[in-house]
């Protein structure tokens, strides 16, 4: 799998604001892949300082098994999230980012362009 492509992935993820949560496979969409959230997953492996709490399974499903998955739900009570049941309430804490404006080219701090 090509580099470029988990560090566009691993720039969505660590956009997505305090309080909101992104799924595997729009993170994926959002970075220019779509239909590519096991991608996602591989891009947050190993990965240290991305908010990886912040990326839910589809529906809003925690999709991480025993303590992790309680850290996750933990981390995301704490900024706010709100659950019904077992999944996060998607239509109130779904991060959709701003698309970008026609012919302008966003950057990031070191100047590289963004992906969306």
Same mark, same amino acid.
Request: aromatic share 6%; hydrophobic share 40%; charged share 25%.
């Given at each position: 799998? #090509? +580099?470029?492509?988990?560090? /566009?992935?691993?720039? !969505?993820?660590?956009?997505?604001? *305090?309080? $909101?949560?992104?799924?595997?496979?729009?993170?994926?969409?959002?970075?220019?892949?779509?239909?590519?959230? /096991?991608?996602?997953?591989?891009?947050?492996?190993?990965?240290?300082?991305?908010?990886?709490? +912040?990326?839910? #399974?589809?529906?809003? +499903?925690?999709?991480? #098994?025993?303590?992790?998955?309680?850290?996750? /739900?933990?981390?995301?009570?704490?900024?706010? !999230?709100?659950?019904?049941?077992?999944?996060?309430?998607?239509?109130?804490?779904?991060?959709?980012? $701003?698309? *970008?404006?026609?012919?302008?080219?966003? *950057?990031?701090?070191?100047? +590289?362009?963004?992906?969306?």
């Amino acid at each position: 799998m #090509a +580099r470029s492509m988990l560090l /566009r992935i691993r720039s !969505v993820i660590a956009a997505v604001p *305090r309080g $909101k949560v992104i799924t595997y496979g729009q993170a994926a969409a959002v970075a220019g892949f779509p239909g590519a959230a /096991r991608q996602t997953v591989w891009a947050l492996q190993g990965e240290h300082g991305l908010p990886w709490h +912040r990326v839910v #399974a589809a529906g809003g +499903r925690i999709a991480l #098994a025993g303590e992790e998955g309680r850290e996750q /739900r933990l981390r995301l009570e704490m900024e706010g !999230v709100t659950f019904r049941g077992d999944r996060v309430r998607m239509e109130l804490h779904t991060w959709t980012p $701003k698309p *970008r404006q026609a012919g302008r080219v966003l *950057r990031d701090r070191t100047g +590289r362009p963004r992906p969306w």
